[in-house]
């Protein structure tokens, strides 16, 4: 055993010592996903103890009803971020001198398609028969102009300058973080709560611009240029469509919850749902630090290329698996200590949930490949396919188990969408076989523990 250990260590050693010799800035890599790393840590912790002070405050009931305008706001204001932010981060990283120019067009793009969305949500609110909902929806939306101005924060990340962008983001959730605990202790209305998001991203993003102005003098230069609007978006359109498909099948569930079985379901099932989504950044976090690193190792050649990926697929799967399995195993424990008894039910939810978050995390890992090859067709088809799987799973089960049978369809559109679907397709059959390796990493790692048994003589 400690010879196995020992070895195991001497390859995680040599492959870190090649990693320092063919990244010259590792240092600055370091600091970067330390800066992150610190900051989801603290928005983790933090966001977990309010979130669940304000859905014990508003009782599954009114938590279910602003959850459900949420997920009605996200669904129809998917498109507004248009798919552009991988793409400009690798665009920032090759040509930094053309960021006026890139920045200035997505903004201005980004907000048209804002205001086009709260249009159409505006229009829609109208439709809605309970007034509630519907002045929760028009509040909640809000929040797709105000993220428009979160375009400035993509070039602290290709500069791998997260500090500036952990500082900005971390005001804005002060602010919010305040402004809920105020809400609960003057026990204010549900209505009230709605603001809460809309504070948080509008002084996140003017806190980002104004940091911005102080590191970078381009600010002025900003401009939309037709020509980059249009080659970004011949290019993104993929991703617009996949960004919607996303959305769709990671809040469909909540909307037809409430449709089928009122709105006191939803808030039972987002209990749960967002003790795993809280994990969500993570991969997001690691991903958006790891885009350069990735599109520069192509250069290194086919086989540390793949190596390279397939560690940083090992690791998404190492790092999913050190949440699923307490949270699985103390779904009780944890939803009744942190919800209370009114939100028992929701511990089934969360063992059964928690499952996603491995192909989330190798999704993420995932789509890296497939933007470094150019595979963003593909990225729209195979998530269009789970939203349709988890549309018509979701039809098939809510009707018998509720919200279990809403966060069964989840993991199994996730699972198909991320590991089954790429090995259909030749050109990222090789990615699906290491996504299929990565899922097996822990007993990979345990195989390799294992003492050698010797053949008898």
Request: overall charge positive; aromatic content about 12%.
């Amino acid at each position: 055993m400690n010879a196995s250990i020992r070895s195991l260590a001497a390859t995680w050693k040599t492959r870190v010592n090649r990693f320092v010799e063919t990244h010259p800035n590792v240092k600055a890599i370091v600091s970067n996903v330390g800066w992150l790393s610190l900051d989801t840590i603290v928005r983790m912790l933090t966001g977990l103890f309010l979130g669940t002070w304000v859905a014990r405050y508003l009782q599954p009931g009114y938590f279910g009803e602003i959850n459900y305008a949420l997920a009605i706001a996200a669904l129809v204001g998917a498109p507004a971020g248009l798919g552009i932010t991988d793409i400009l981060i690798r665009d920032l990283v090759k040509r930094p001198q053309d960021a006026a120019n890139l920045l200035g067009t997505a903004f201005f793009s980004r907000m048209a398609a804002a205001l086009v969305s709260y249009a159409i949500l505006a229009v829609y609110s109208l439709t809605l028969p309970n007034s509630l909902t519907r002045q929760l929806l028009l509040i909640s939306a809000l929040t797709l102009c105000t993220q428009a101005l979160t375009v400035a924060g993509l070039r602290f990340k290709a500069d791998l300058r997260s500090k500036q962008l952990v500082i900005a983001g971390n005001i804005g959730f002060a602010v919010s973080a305040l402004v809920r605990i105020f809400l609960v202790l003057l026990r204010r209305p549900v209505v009230e709560f709605a603001w809460v998001a809309v504070i948080e991203t509008g002084v996140a993003a003017v806190m980002t611009v104004i940091i911005y102005a102080q590191c970078y003098s381009d600010l002025p230069k900003w401009r939309f240029e037709p020509a980059t609007a249009s080659r970004l978006l011949g290019e993104s359109w993929p991703l617009i469509l996949s960004a919607v498909a996303v959305t769709t099948y990671m809040r469909i569930d909540q909307v037809m919850l409430a449709q089928m079985l009122g709105t006191k379901q939803v808030g039972l099932y987002t209990a749960a749902t967002k003790l795993s989504e809280i994990t969500y950044i993570v991969p997001s976090i690691l991903s958006s630090v790891l885009l350069p690193s990735i599109v520069r190792s192509k250069a290194l050649g086919p086989e540390r290329y793949m190596a390279r990926l397939q560690n940083y697929y090992d690791m998404s799967a190492g790092l999913a698996y050190l949440l699923i399995v307490p949270l699985s195993l103390g779904s009780s424990f944890i939803i009744h200590f942190l919800y209370g008894k009114v939100y028992e039910s929701s511990s089934a939810v969360l063992t059964v949930q928690v499952w996603a978050l491995l192909f989330v995390f190798l999704g993420a890992a995932r789509d890296q490949f497939l933007i470094a090859e150019g595979f963003l067709k593909f990225s729209f088809f195979s998530t269009f396919l789970g939203a349709v799987l988890n549309i018509g799973i979701n039809l098939f089960l809510i009707p018998r188990y509720g919200p279990l049978g809403a966060a069964s369809a989840t993991v199994i559109a996730f699972a198909i969408t991320v590991v089954v679907c790429p090995y259909f397709y030749s050109s990222t059959r090789q990615m699906s076989l290491q996504l299929c390796r990565a899922i097996f990493f822990p007993f990979r790692i345990w195989m390799r523990l294992r003492p050698k048994r010797s053949l008898p003589v």
